[in-house]
């Protein structure tokens, strides 16, 4: 029995990592600069980012674009009584050229009492809260102004029970905008087990569309977004959003791309779009809206223009063709940067925003590694040529390599296994510093479905040590999908960083270790050096001299403790008290849920042993920031 004991402390032994030695040198000058824009935010319509997601409408299919052989897509007749009625999409009847299709819906018999009309499902149900107001707003018009006002009402599925109602103006026989306002009771339970119902107590006949419901918005903004998912990205603390895609710039054809004239102004004026995730876009999130949203978490954006590729392998040939979609992307610049007095800015002030939008980065195209005809030199030199004529200033992302010209910065995208992002970290290490800077403009360890698990947050976290120690050459970066829809039929692409239903959100360990990798960033990386460790400890250590304070990222991804001796040479004094925060969990599997969403979260602490020279020993699976107070 002793044996067995002594033999097993012998195996515990035999296993223990080896220590790591961690020496920080804040007396050498520093390596170089932390890229003040090194971690951001990337998006585009996958996963049902936008609708169903941050943008906060909550009619599905709310245009009548969406139509099947059961009809109209997430819409379905209700009535009450003996109250009848069918409806039908009407192709031909539409309030303006944009929407030139509507759910027409034919009233045989209904009164005041038993009345007759159409319901919508929501994304997957719509969110509902006690004493809030919602915005609701349709167009419609009647066959004769005797059918009234629409009665709207936010409806409990379970109960069948009106949540909270109102009425609109009476109908005309023109197409007309009609709002209302729905408040709920102080008693009324949160739930998304609801749906949105518009009835008339008249028969006749309706037409309608842009049927729409806001929740109170992030910030108040008027077609705003969901505010528990912009909180949990200004927790991320970004820099920049790279905007509108990904596959979504291109889209799967030409016609298909994101055509940002199309997706600006009144609502009633875009036409919507196919996304290349399958699915129609509404547009109520276009191109003023993502730049409204970088304003709301005050980063700027990285914008990407359309430059002449789609997915089905269609390319545009450089020259004449190319050249209208130059002059696209021309106008949008103006949009996004150009005064009032300018006349895409005096569109943009027109449409509420006066103020121009900063600009640093613009990225041409996406992805154009996948055209094998060889058109990107061409393409990427004629944008190049046309922007830096006019804007000197700005910086040009290009999306594959080049051979004729040395683009301002490549972007280089990694979607990888938590173990070979182990064996990447160093990548950058010995990198061309005369080539072009690097945008990570995608990157996620894909392990975890629908949001990743723990042990992508190890992966994440170790190959950020490696970006924050080549910040010098890495100027941007940005993992991908950043969004997605829990529900059944929501996801396109697995592994995503924040998930979410109609009600709540949630965010997965390799969010949380990114807000921590951008929460705690030095300006400077000071000299250092590792020895020891085991083959899964991975660090990156910044310095902000102006604050005083040194940042240790520490990565441990295996099942052992991990023992770092860390040595701090120069630091005049190195305060006892640090500041600790851990991320880690039990196995690579754990995960947080829509059900369980704060099972592996940071916990910070304050340990009271740090000098210019300590041990510290990180658990088994774990993330941790130590930030040092350095004077
Ligand atoms: O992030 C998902 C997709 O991956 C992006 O749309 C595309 O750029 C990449 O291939």
């Given amino acids: 029995m002793l044996l067995a004991a002594s033999s097993l402390a012998m195996q515990a032994v035999a296993q223990a990592l080896p220590p790591a030695t961690l020496t920080i040198a804040l007396d050498k000058p520093a390596l170089h600069a932390v890229s ?118 936010l409806v409990s599925n379970n109960s069948g029970k009106p949540l909270a109602t109102a009425s609109s103006q009476p109908l005309t026989t023109e197409w007309k905008r009609y709002e209302v306002s729905l408040t709920t009771g102080a008693k009324v339970e949160t739930s998304a087990e609801n749906h949105l119902q518009l009835t008339v107590g008249h028969t006749g006949k309706v037409w309608m569309t842009l049927v729409s419901l806001f929740p109170p918005t992030y910030k108040g903004r008027e077609n705003g977004n969901r505010p528990d998912l912009m909180e949990k990205m200004a927790a991320m603390h970004p820099t920049f959003l790279r905007e509108p895609g990904g596959n979504y710039l291109e889209g799967d054809t030409v016609e298909e791309r994101f055509n940002w004239k199309t997706t600006i102004g009144p609502l009633v004026d875009r036409p919507t779009h196919r996304s290349p995730w399958n699915y129609q876009s509404s547009d109520g999130m276009g191109l003023l809206e993502f730049l409204e949203w970088t304003e709301d978490l005050k980063i700027q954006p990285v914008l990407a223009v359309y430059a002449g590729y789609s997915l089905k392998r269609i390319h545009i040939e450089p020259g004449p063709a190319l050249q209208p979609f130059l002059d696209d992307a021309m106008d949008e610049l103006e949009f996004v940067t150009g005064n009032d007095s300018t006349k895409w800015g005096a569109v943009r002030a027109k449409l509420g925003h006066p103020a121009p939008f900063p600009l640093t980065y613009v990225e041409i195209g996406n992805e154009d590694w996948f055209d094998t005809s060889g058109s990107y030199e061409g393409r990427y030199a004629q ?249």
């Fill in 36 to 153: 003040p824009t090194l971690y951001g935010l990337m998006t585009e319509e996958i996963n049902y980012s936008f609708d169903g997601g941050l943008y906060a409408e909550m009619v599905r299919n709310r245009t009548m674009q969406d139509h099947d052989w059961a009809g109209l897509a997430r819409w379905d007749v209700v009535h009450s009584g003996d109250a009848a009625a069918t409806f039908a999409l009407d192709r031909n009847e539409g309030p303006s050229a944009a929407l030139q299709r509507s759910l027409a819906l034919t009233v045989t018999k209904a009164d005041a009492t038993n009345q007759a009309g159409v319901r919508n499902e929501g994304f997957w149900g719509m969110a509902v809260r006690p004493s809030t107001t919602y915005k609701g707003s349709f167009y419609a018009k009647a066959d004769s102004s005797a059918v009234g006002p629409v009665n709207v009402a």
């Fill in 383 to 631: 944008f190049y040529k046309a922007i830096k004529a006019k804007y000197p200033q700005l910086q040009l992302i290009a999306t594959a390599p080049l051979t004729r010209m040395k683009p301002d910065v490549l972007d280089d995208h990694y979607y990888k296994r938590a173990d070979e992002f182990f064996d990447m970290v160093k990548k950058y290490d010995d990198a061309d510093r005369n080539g072009p800077k690097i945008f990570v403009g995608e990157w996620a360890t894909r392990e975890g479905s629908p949001t990743t698990n723990m042990g992508a947050a190890l992966g994440d976290a170790a190959w950020m040590t490696g970006m924050e120690r080549n910040s010098d050459l890495i100027v941007l970066s940005s993992y991908a999908p950043m969004l997605v829809n829990v529900n059944p039929g929501g996801m396109q692409w697995e592994s995503d960083l924040i998930g979410y239903d109609a009600l709540t959100s949630y965010g997965s360990p390799g969010y949380y270790a990114q807000a921590m990798f951008a929460g705690y960033l030095g300006t400077e990386v000071p000299a250092t050096s590792v020895t020891g460790g085991g083959t899964r400890f991975f660090t990156s250590v910044t310095r902000d001299r102006a604050k005083g304070m040194t940042y240790l990222k520490l990565v441990n991804a295996s099942n052992e403790p991990q023992a770092v001796q860390i040595n701090l040479s120069g630091a005049g004094t190195v305060v006892r008290e640090a500041t600790l925060v851990t991320l880690s969990g039990t196995n690579p599997a754990e995960t947080n849920t829509i059900t369980a969403p704060t099972r592996i979260v940071p916990v910070t602490s304050t340990i009271k042993t740090a000098a210019a020279s300590f041990t510290h020993t990180m658990p088994p699976y774990a993330v941790q920031v130590l930030a040092l107070s350095t004077k």
